[in-house]
C-alpha cells in the first residue's frame, strides 16, 4: 500500500495517479463492507439471541422442544430439516443439473442451445413464493396421488417410505429446492465445463477415445473443482430458502427417517412465527435460530470445501 | 435491443399504473406523506393484527366522508408486532388480536387502553367426501388435535352425527404454522372445554403442537388451502376464509348445549354474553347463551390512555366512529358487529382518553 502511496508524490514523469489509487481504495472499501456486513448481522443476530443463549446455552442445539407457552426452546428438529431437505435436492438436483451442462456443451446442437439456455435462466428468475404457490396447488396434488403411492409400493420397506403422507413433507420440500437450485448449478456448470481447453478434448480424441470417454476423463475430470463450486452454490440456496419450503413442508417439527413426514427448517420457522412473537425469551429464540442458520451455512460451506481438497487435491487455479 | 426494452418498459409503467390506482383506492396501503404535510391534513399510523385488516381498510375509506383531514397508514405486521411498536411509540395505535399480558404492559411508557373493534368466529372446516354437514363439540375436537381421535368413523364423532355416513378415512389435523390470534382463539377455546389440553398444550398465539399429528399451513389461506386439498383434513380458519373457499364448516356445541353456526349473529350473541371486564381484556370462548358460537374472539385497538402525539382527539374520535356507524360495515366482512351495550361501554372508556 505505502509503495503505491509513495508512488503519487515521487512520480517523476508528473502524471498524477490519483485516479488509480481512489479506485483502488474504493474497490477496497466495497469489497471491506461484504465482512463488515456479515460481521454486523452475525453480531446483531448474537445480540438478539442473548436471552435464549443465556438460558439454554448448548442445549438449544440438541433439544427438540419448541414450546412458546412454556417459553422452552430447542432447534434440533429445524437443523434436522434443513440438512435434510437440501440433501434430497442435491440428490435430486446435482446429476440432472450437471448432465444438462454436459449435454449444452458437449452434444447439443448449436440451434438448440441458446432457446434451452434462455428456458434455464427463465427458471432462475421464478420468485421462489411463485413456486411455493405452484408447489402448493399443482405438485403436491400430483405428486400425492401418483408418485408417493408409487414410492410406497416400489420402495415401502426402505424406512424412508414408510408413514402416513399427506401430500406437503419433506420430499415435497427437497423436491421443490431441487427445483430452485437446478438453474444455478446448471448455469455455473456450463460455464465452467466451456472453459475447459478445447485442446483437452482434442487430446482425448487423438488417443482414440469415444465421446462419453472425453467427456468423463477430458472435461468433467479436468472440471470437477469448478463443478463442486456450483453445486456448493446451489447447496447456499437451499439451505437458507425459506417462502416455498415454508409453503411445501407441513410445518411440524420431525426428527426421522421417513421423507412423508411433515418436517420444519430453520429458516421456516423464522418466517412463520417471527411476527407474532412477543415475547423476548421467544423472539430471542427465533434469533438463535437465525444464528444457527447462519453457522450451519458456514460449516457446511467449510465442509464442503475440505472435502474437495482433500478428494479432488489442492489444485490452486480452478477452470473459471 | 431498443425493441426488446421497450415493451417492457411499457408494460412496467402499465403495472405501475395499475397498482398506483389500486393503493389510491385503499388509503390503508398509501403513506400518502405529501397529503399528511398539507396544511390541515394529519396522519395517524397504525400497525398490528392482519384479521383486523379488511375492516380498518373499509373503515379508512368510509371515513374520509366523516372527517376528509385526517389520512391512515396501518400496517399488518402481526399482532406481536404491533403491540411492540406501540410499546416503543412508533405509532399512535396498535392492534391486536390477544389482549396484551401484564408483563408487556409494565414495560410500557404510559397506560394502555384496549378498545375491542371487531370480533369474529373461527370456523372448523372439513374435507370429507360428499360434505356432510357435521357437528362436533370441544372434546372432540381437542381429541382430534391431541391425537387421541384418528379416524372420522371414531364413535364420540358418530354419536354427535346420527344419520350421517362416516367415511373410514384417517383425521388429518391442519394447524396455523405462524404465530396467530386465530391460534389463539381456538387454543383458548380448547383450554377453556377440555382438561386433558389444558394440561398440555394450553393457550398462545403459536403452541407446541402434539408432536407427530397432522400438518402446520402458513396464514389462514394457507389452512383452508390444505384443508381443501386434503380429504380427510379438518382445520380451523376465520369464517371468511371458509366462506371464500367454499369449504363446509362444522356447527359447534356451545355451552347451553346447541350447535351453532359461525355465522356473524351468533358471534354477536357470544359478545352480548361474555363476561367482559371494565379493561376490556376479556375471553369470548365457550360463552354462555341458547345462540353464541363458542369459538369466536374480539380483536382490540390499543392506544395509550395519554395521547401526547397531538393526534389524540382525531384518533379517538375515529375510534368513537368506528365502534359505532363503522360496525355497520362489519358483517359484509364477515365479523361480527358489536353489540349496542359494549358499544356504550366503550364509548365511555374513550371518553377517558386525554390530549
Given at each position: 500500500?505505502?509503495?503505491?502511496?509513495?508512488?503519487?508524490?515521487?512520480?517523476?514523469?508528473?502524471?498524477?495517479?490519483?485516479?488509480?489509487?481512489?479506485?483502488?481504495?474504493?474497490?477496497?472499501?466495497?469489497?471491506?463492507?461484504?465482512?463488515?456486513?456479515?460481521?454486523?448481522?452475525?453480531?446483531?443476530?448474537?445480540?438478539?439471541?442473548?436471552?435464549?443463549?443465556?438460558?439454554?446455552?448448548?442445549?438449544?442445539?440438541?433439544?427438540?422442544?419448541?414450546?412458546?407457552?412454556?417459553?422452552?426452546?430447542?432447534?434440533?428438529?429445524?437443523?434436522?430439516?434443513?440438512?435434510?431437505?437440501?440433501?434430497?435436492?442435491?440428490?435430486?438436483?446435482?446429476?440432472?443439473?450437471?448432465?444438462?451442462?454436459?449435454?449444452?456443451?458437449?452434444?447439443?446442437?448449436?440451434?438448440?442451445?441458446?432457446?434451452?439456455?434462455?428456458?434455464?435462466?427463465?427458471?432462475?428468475?421464478?420468485?421462489?413464493?411463485?413456486?411455493?404457490?405452484?408447489?402448493?396447488?399443482?405438485?403436491?396434488?400430483?405428486?400425492?396421488?401418483?408418485?408417493?403411492?408409487?414410492?410406497?409400493?416400489?420402495?415401502?420397506?426402505?424406512?424412508?417410505?414408510?408413514?402416513?403422507?399427506?401430500?406437503?413433507?419433506?420430499?415435497?420440500?427437497?423436491?421443490?429446492?431441487?427445483?430452485?437450485?437446478?438453474?444455478?448449478?446448471?448455469?455455473?456448470?456450463?460455464?465452467?465445463?466451456?472453459?475447459?481447453?478445447?485442446?483437452q478434448r482434442e487430446a482425448a480424441y487423438a488417443l482414440g477415445a469415444?465421446?462419453?470417454e472425453v467427456t468423463r476423463i477430458a472435461v468433467?475430470?479436468?472440471?470437477?473443482?469448478?463443478?463442486?463450486?456450483?453445486?456448493?452454490?446451489?447447496?447456499?440456496?437451499?439451505?437458507?430458502?425459506?417462502?416455498?419450503?415454508?409453503?411445501?413442508?407441513?410445518?411440524?417439527?420431525?426428527?426421522?427417517?421417513?421423507?412423508?413426514?411433515?418436517?420444519?427448517?430453520?429458516?421456516?420457522?423464522?418466517?412463520?412465527?417471527?411476527?407474532?412473537?412477543?415475547?423476548?425469551?421467544?423472539?430471542?429464540?427465533?434469533?438463535?435460530?437465525?444464528?444457527?442458520?447462519?453457522?450451519?451455512?458456514?460449516?457446511?460451506?467449510?465442509?464442503?470445501?475440505?472435502?474437495?481438497?482433500?478428494?479432488?487435491?489442492?489444485?490452486?487455479?480452478?477452470?473459471? | 435491443?431498443?425493441?426488446?426494452?421497450?415493451?417492457?418498459?411499457?408494460?412496467?409503467?402499465?403495472?405501475?399504473?395499475?397498482?398506483?390506482?389500486?393503493?389510491?383506492?385503499?388509503?390503508?396501503?398509501?403513506?400518502?406523506?405529501?397529503?399528511?404535510?398539507?396544511?390541515?391534513?394529519?396522519?395517524?399510523?397504525?400497525?398490528?393484527?392482519?384479521?383486523?385488516?379488511?375492516?380498518?381498510?373499509?373503515?379508512?375509506?368510509?371515513?374520509?366522508?366523516?372527517?376528509?383531514?385526517?389520512?391512515?397508514?396501518?400496517?399488518?405486521?402481526?399482532?406481536?408486532?404491533?403491540?411492540?411498536?406501540?410499546?416503543?411509540?412508533?405509532?399512535?395505535?396498535?392492534?391486536?388480536?390477544?389482549?396484551?399480558?401484564?408483563?408487556?404492559?409494565?414495560?410500557?411508557?404510559?397506560?394502555?387502553?384496549?378498545?375491542?373493534?371487531?370480533?369474529?368466529?373461527?370456523?372448523?372446516?372439513?374435507?370429507?367426501?360428499?360434505?356432510?354437514?357435521?357437528?362436533?363439540?370441544?372434546?372432540?375436537?381437542?381429541?382430534?388435535?391431541?391425537?387421541?381421535?384418528?379416524?372420522?368413523?371414531?364413535?364420540?364423532?358418530?354419536?354427535?352425527?346420527?344419520?350421517?355416513?362416516?367415511?373410514?378415512?384417517?383425521?388429518?389435523?391442519?394447524?396455523?404454522?405462524?404465530?396467530?390470534?386465530?391460534?389463539?382463539?381456538?387454543?383458548?377455546?380448547?383450554?377453556?372445554?377440555?382438561?386433558?389440553?389444558?394440561?398440555?398444550?394450553?393457550?398462545?398465539?403459536?403452541?407446541?403442537?402434539?408432536?407427530?399429528?397432522?400438518?402446520?399451513?402458513?396464514?389462514?389461506?394457507?389452512?383452508?388451502?390444505?384443508?381443501?386439498?386434503?380429504?380427510?383434513?379438518?382445520?380451523?380458519?376465520?369464517?371468511?376464509?371458509?366462506?371464500?373457499?367454499?369449504?363446509?364448516?362444522?356447527?359447534?356445541?356451545?355451552?347451553?348445549?346447541?350447535?351453532?353456526?359461525?355465522?356473524?349473529?351468533?358471534?354477536?350473541?357470544?359478545?352480548?354474553?361474555?363476561?367482559?371486564?371494565?379493561?376490556?381484556?376479556?375471553?369470548?370462548?365457550?360463552?354462555?347463551?341458547?345462540?353464541?358460537?363458542?369459538?369466536?374472539?374480539?380483536?382490540?385497538?390499543?392506544?395509550?390512555?395519554?395521547?401526547?402525539?397531538?393526534?389524540?382527539?382525531?384518533?379517538?374520535?375515529?375510534?368513537?366512529?368506528?365502534?359505532?356507524?363503522?360496525?355497520?360495515?362489519?358483517?359484509?366482512?364477515?365479523?361480527?358487529?358489536?353489540?349496542?351495550?359494549?358499544?356504550?361501554?366503550?364509548?365511555?372508556?374513550?371518553?377517558?382518553?386525554?390530549?
Open positions: 500500500m505505502n509503495v503505491t502511496g509513495n508512488n503519487v508524490k515521487k512520480n517523476s514523469s508528473g502524471v498524477s495517479h490519483f485516479g488509480d489509487d481512489a479506485f483502488k481504495w474504493l474497490t477496497l472499501l466495497m469489497a471491506c463492507s461484504v465482512f463488515v456486513l456479515i460481521a454486523l448481522i452475525g453480531f446483531e443476530l448474537f445480540n438478539g439471541a442473548r436471552p435464549s443463549i443465556h438460558k439454554f446455552g448448548f442445549h438449544f442445539l440438541i433439544s427438540s422442544s419448541w414450546d412458546p407457552v412454556n417459553d422452552v426452546f430447542g432447534a434440533l428438529p429445524y437443523i434436522f430439516g434443513t440438512l435434510v431437505t437440501s440433501f434430497i435436492a442435491l440428490l435430486i438436483a446435482v446429476p440432472l443439473s450437471i448432465a444438462t451442462a454436459v449435454f449444452l456443451t458437449e452434444l447439443a446442437p448449436l440451434w438448440l442451445r441458446q432457446p434451452l439456455i434462455m428456458f434455464i435462466e427463465l427458471l432462475a428468475a421464478i420468485p421462489s413464493v411463485i413456486l411455493g404457490f405452484w408447489g402448493f396447488y399443482v405438485m403436491v396434488p400430483w405428486l400425492h396421488d401418483h408418485v408417493y403411492p408409487f414410492l410406497r409400493s416400489g420402495g415401502g420397506f426402505l424406512p424412508f417410505f414408510q408413514g402416513p403422507d399427506h401430500g406437503p413433507c419433506i420430499l415435497s420440500a427437497g423436491i421443490i429446492l431441487a427445483v430452485m437450485i437446478i438453474p444455478i448449478i446448471t448455469s455455473v456448470s456450463r460455464e465452467i465445463l466451456r472453459s475447459v481447453p478445447g485442446l469415444t465421446r462419453w468433467l475430470s479436468y472440471a470437477k473443482r469448478g463443478l463442486f463450486g456450483a453445486v456448493i452454490l446451489g447447496l447456499g440456496r437451499a439451505l437458507g430458502e425459506t417462502m416455498a419450503v415454508t409453503m411445501l413442508i407441513g410445518n411440524a417439527p420431525y426428527i426421522g427417517a421417513s421423507v412423508f413426514a411433515a418436517g420444519q427448517t430453520l429458516a421456516s420457522v423464522i418466517a412463520n412465527e417471527f411476527t407474532e412473537a412477543t415475547d423476548p425469551m421467544y423472539s430471542g429464540a427465533l434469533f438463535e435460530v437465525g444464528l444457527v442458520l447462519l453457522g450451519v451455512t458456514l460449516l457446511v460451506n467449510a465442509l464442503a470445501r475440505l472435502l474437495l481438497v482433500t478428494f479432488a487435491g489442492p489444485r490452486m487455479k480452478p477452470q473459471n | 435491443m431498443k425493441k426488446t426494452i421497450l415493451p417492457i418498459i411499457a408494460a412496467t409503467i402499465a403495472i405501475c399504473a395499475v397498482s398506483c390506482s389500486k393503493q389510491s383506492a385503499s388509503p390503508a396501503e398509501s403513506t400518502n406523506s405529501t397529503a399528511s404535510s398539507a396544511p390541515g391534513q394529519m396522519l395517524i399510523n397504525g400497525a398490528g393484527s392482519t384479521f383486523d385488516d379488511p375492516a380498518f381498510a373499509k373503515w379508512f375509506e368510509a371515513y374520509k366522508a366523516v372527517n376528509p383531514n385526517v389520512q391512515f397508514n396501518y400496517q399488518p405486521i402481526g399482532s406481536g408486532a404491533g403491540q411492540k411498536q406501540l410499546l416503543n411509540q412508533t405509532v399512535d395505535f396498535g392492534a391486536s388480536d390477544a389482549p396484551m399480558s401484564d408483563d408487556s404492559m409494565a414495560g410500557a411508557p404510559g397506560k394502555i387502553l384496549h378498545v375491542p373493534v371487531v370480533a369474529g368466529g373461527v370456523a372448523i372446516i372439513y374435507n370429507l367426501p360428499d360434505n356432510p354437514q357435521l357437528k362436533l363439540d370441544g372434546d372432540t375436537l381437542a381429541g382430534i388435535y391431541l391425537g387421541t381421535i384418528t379416524n372420522w368413523n371414531d364413535s364420540k364423532i358418530a354419536a354427535l352425527n346420527a344419520g350421517v355416513n362416516l367415511p373410514n378415512l384417517p383425521i388429518v389435523p391442519v394447524h396455523r404454522s405462524d404465530g396467530s390470534g386465530t391460534t389463539f382463539i381456538f387454543t383458548d377455546y380448547l383450554t377453556t372445554v377440555n382438561d386433558a389440553w389444558a394440561n398440555s398444550v394450553k393457550k398462545g398465539t403459536a403452541v407446541q403442537w402434539p408432536a407427530g399429528i397432522g400438518i402446520g399451513a402458513k396464514g389462514s389461506a394457507g389452512v383452508a388451502g390444505q384443508v381443501r386439498q386434503l380429504s380427510g383434513g379438518i382445520g380451523y380458519a376465520e369464517l371468511a376464509y371458509a366462506d371464500q373457499n367454499k369449504i363446509p364448516y362444522a356447527n359447534m356445541k356451545n355451552a347451553a348445549g346447541n350447535f351453532v353456526s359461525p355465522a356473524p349473529d351468533s358471534v354477536t350473541a357470544a359478545l352480548a354474553t361474555a363476561k367482559i371486564p371494565d379493561d376490556f381484556r376479556f375471553s369470548m370462548v365457550n360463552a354462555s347463551g341458547d345462540k353464541s358460537y363458542p369459538i369466536a374472539g374480539a380483536s382490540w385497538v390499543l392506544i395509550y390512555q395519554q395521547q401526547k402525539t397531538g393526534k389524540g382527539k382525531e384518533l379517538t374520535a375515529f375510534l368513537k366512529w368506528a365502534i359505532t356507524d363503522g360496525q355497520k360495515l362489519s358483517p359484509s366482512l364477515d365479523y361480527a358487529p358489536l353489540p349496542d351495550e359494549v358499544q356504550q361501554r366503550e364509548l365511555k372508556l374513550l371518553d377517558t382518553v386525554t390530549y
